[in-house]
């Protein structure tokens, strides 16, 4: 299967803990996203990469929230100091560049419960 | 307030009914695209409109994108179990600046059998 896949899926975490998740894209895509959604509403963009650069960062992506994607291919969000308002499922999407003519592609998302 | 707005929230019908969802904002947008997300998965591409006015049709589903391309709409005919879902619409490029979606609210359909 060559879609977007997520790991882990599921995450429980204690409060105040880190935790990091991995997205690998469609291999040709250079264009990577991150979405927030909690149950029942539509996705929050939280940032975007182009290639390895981060071009665009929500203001909901706080000093604890970092995303990396140092080579250009998967990449990783960080979530520091977990609070149990975290919880979500995060979602990674990729993309050709000029997607207007291209279609986005999700993964299934990561599931984050903060007790 | 959201961008997007999505009515009904949620909404449960019989199979063989028929509904529409609908998606308002008072901006104007060069295309509207409508997903639909199934439990536990990401979202998935169901149609792009791009002309004011326009209707297209995939299978028992009509979408229509309003004259002044401010709205759009979603009609299911004769509603199936498999149609349960939450369908989203979403605007790229909103603003102009960037290459990303921004997601209506929502509409959370369940269709029992």
């Known amino acids: 299967d060559t879609g977007v896949s997520q790991d882990p899926r599921h995450k429980i975490t204690k409060r105040g803990q880190n935790v990091t998740f991995r997205c690998d894209p469609i291999s040709e895509h250079n264009r990577l996203y991150w979405y927030r959604q909690t149950l029942g509403q539509g996705p929050e963009f939280l940032t975007y990469f182009q290639n390895e650069a981060q071009l665009e960062k929500s203001r909901l992506l706080s000093d604890r929230f970092s995303a990396e994607r140092p080579k250009g291919s998967f990449s990783t969000l960080e979530i520091q100091r977990t609070e149990q308002g975290d919880s979500a499922m995060y979602l990674c999407?990729?993309?050709?560049?000029?997607?207007?003519?291209?279609?986005?592609?999700f993964g299934e998302g990561s599931w984050l419960t903060v007790v | 307030t959201q961008l997007l707005e999505q009515s009904p929230q949620f909404l449960s019908i019989q199979e063989g009914e028929n509904l529409t969802v609908y998606c308002n904002s008072s901006s104007v947008f060069s295309s509207l695209q409508w997903y639909r997300q199934e439990p536990g998965e990401g979202p998935v591409l169901l149609v792009t409109v791009v002309t004011g006015g326009e209707v297209k049709k995939l299978k028992r589903l009509t979408f229509q994108f309003g004259d002044a391309r401010k709205d759009s709409s979603l009609h299911i005919t004769a509603a199936q179990p498999g149609d349960t879902g939450l369908y989203l619409c979403?605007?790229?490029?909103?603003?102009?600046?960037?290459?990303?979606?921004?997601f209506g609210t929502g509409t959370l359909l369940a269709v029992q059998p």
């Open positions: 999407a990729s993309s050709l560049q000029g997607w207007e003519r291209n279609t986005i592609y």
């Open positions: 979403a605007v790229p490029n909103y603003g102009g600046a960037t290459n990303k979606l921004i």
